[in-house]
């Protein structure tokens, strides 16, 4: 769906106006700026004074007629407000209507994938979208993500280790098993340069998306460290990335025969450093960072996790959480250590 000739107007005129905010560091002084362009007179007889609601905050309205797109405008507008702000934080969108009736309609439309406004956001923010009702709690929502994530891997598993039982392959190689093991699986499948080229295609899908979610954590973290633009932190993060991939990519060709670490070649060692490494103290920090007084505090944690409607997190599992669940981790922890040292 594309923006009508007025539509794009009146974005044009919000991404002008954001332009003179930051130049002139006042939203009343934009407005008045804006409007002297257009010969515009403001105040008695012209448009309405600037009302100043919050100080500092660019306050605007767009009004159009009945019928006139006023939410496809809003979602389509969104892009131009973000990469006007700052970029020091990461953004959301608190969406306010008059309304019941108009709340569930506009979110109905909001988490449809197919329309028209929730296909602008996509396209404008490259998919990385998610739409929240203030009555979801956090552990609903998480139980969901992991219930889901699980059934995905269960099914992959469900595919994998079967083939690899009927044709004699380890399942415990690692990166090897997807890379030089199952190409050789799919070569005695009945059609299996089709089956391997989809496997892989799909698989490079599933890298792409998580390779995007994690690019823009280093990203964000980036711009508030630095001050830096978008565009400037983008550049460098790809720079950085493709040196950093060199490794992985040159493992099973030019740099097979280095083994960086006990013996293992470079995909092993950078898999072992991710899988058993990072991934375990990171979940230890962050269970420490939010069960301890000297992080977050459990209290705090509970009270943002219960917020909204659905699933709670239980109060009663604060022991678990607080002693049980480090010491799993810190288990994991060494037992990969002796696995991938003693292997």
Same mark, same amino acid.
């Given at each position: 769906?594309?923006l009508?000739?007025?539509?794009?107007?009146?974005?044009? $005129?919000?991404?002008?106006?954001?332009?003179?905010?930051?130049?002139?560091?006042?939203?009343?002084?934009?407005?008045?700026? *804006?409007?002297?362009?257009k010969? +515009?007179? +403001?105040?008695?007889?012209?448009? @309405?004074?600037?009302?100043?609601?919050?100080?500092?905050?660019?306050?605007?309205?767009?009004? +159009?007629?009945t019928?006139?797109?006023k939410?496809? /405008?809003?979602?389509?507008?969104?892009?131009?407000?973000? $990469?006007?702000?700052?970029?020091?934080?990461?953004?959301? +969108?608190?969406?306010?209507v008059?309304?019941?009736?108009?709340?569930?309609?506009?979110?109905?439309?909001?988490?449809?994938?197919?329309?028209?406004y929730?296909?602008?956001?996509?396209?404008?923010?490259?998919?990385?979208?998610?739409?929240y009702?203030?009555?979801?709690?956090?552990?609903?929502?998480a #139980? %969901?993500?992991?219930?889901? $994530?699980?059934?995905?891997?269960?099914?992959?598993?469900?595919?994998?280790?079967?083939?690899?039982?009927?044709?004699?392959? $380890?399942?415990?190689?690692? @990166? @090897?098993?997807?890379?030089?093991?199952?190409?050789?699986?799919?070569?005695?499948?009945?059609?299996?340069?089709?089956w391997?080229?989809?496997? #892989?295609?799909?698989?490079?899908?599933?890298?792409?998306?998580?390779?995007?979610?994690? #690019?823009e954590?280093i990203?964000?973290?980036?711009?508030?460290?630095?001050?830096?633009? %978008?565009?400037?932190?983008?550049?460098?993060?790809?720079?950085?990335?493709?040196? *950093?991939?060199?490794?992985?990519?040159?493992?099973?060709?030019?740099?097979a025969?280095?083994?960086?670490?006990?013996?293992?070649? /470079?995909?092993?060692?950078?898999?072992?450093?991710?899988?058993?490494?990072? *991934?375990?103290l990171?979940?230890?920090?962050?269970?420490i960072?939010?069960?301890?007084?000297?992080?977050?505090?459990?209290?705090?944690?509970?009270?943002?996790?219960n917020?909204?409607?659905?699933?709670?997190?239980? %109060?009663?599992? %604060?022991?678990?959480?607080?002693?049980? *669940?480090?010491?799993i981790?810190? /288990?994991?922890?060494?037992?990969?250590?002796?696995?991938f040292?003693?292997?």
């Amino acid at each position: 769906m594309e923006l009508k000739s007025y539509q794009k107007e009146v974005i044009a $005129d919000l991404a002008r106006y954001l332009e003179l905010v930051v130049e002139l560091q006042s939203p009343a002084k934009a407005y008045q700026a *804006l409007w002297n362009e257009k010969n +515009v007179l +403001v105040g008695f007889g012209g448009m @309405p004074n600037y009302v100043d609601v919050l100080p500092g905050v660019p306050h605007v309205c767009a009004k +159009v007629p009945t019928g006139g797109g006023k939410t496809y /405008i809003a979602a389509s507008s969104l892009r131009t407000i973000f $990469d006007a702000m700052p970029q020091r934080r990461a953004k959301a +969108v608190v969406w306010l209507v008059p309304s019941e009736a108009i709340l569930t309609q506009t979110r109905k439309a909001l988490e449809n994938p197919d329309h028209p406004y929730r296909q602008r956001l996509d396209v404008d923010f490259g998919g990385r979208v998610q739409v929240y009702s203030k009555e979801q709690a956090l552990m609903g929502e998480a #139980f %969901r993500i992991c219930g889901l $994530d699980t059934l995905v891997a269960l099914s992959a598993g469900l595919i994998i280790f079967p083939a690899c039982s009927a044709y004699g392959v $380890d399942v415990t190689q690692g @990166p @090897p098993l997807i890379f030089v093991t199952l190409p050789n699986v799919f070569n005695h499948l009945p059609l299996g340069r089709l089956w391997g080229s989809l496997f #892989f295609l799909f698989m490079t899908f599933a890298a792409y998306s998580t390779v995007l979610a994690v #690019f823009e954590n280093i990203v964000s973290c980036i711009i508030e460290l630095t001050n830096w633009s %978008r565009k400037k932190t983008c550049l460098i993060c790809c720079i950085g990335i493709f040196l *950093l991939s060199l490794p992985c990519l040159l493992g099973y060709n030019a740099w097979a025969n280095i083994h960086p670490l006990a013996g293992h070649d /470079i995909q092993e060692t950078e898999d072992f450093l991710v899988s058993n490494i990072m *991934l375990p103290l990171g979940s230890l920090i962050f269970v420490i960072f939010c069960t301890t007084r000297y992080g977050w505090g459990f209290q705090n944690f509970l009270k943002e996790a219960n917020e909204g409607k659905g699933m709670k997190f239980p %109060r009663w599992m %604060r022991p678990y959480v607080t002693y049980v *669940l480090p010491v799993i981790v810190v /288990i994991i922890f060494v037992a990969g250590m002796i696995s991938f040292f003693g292997a």
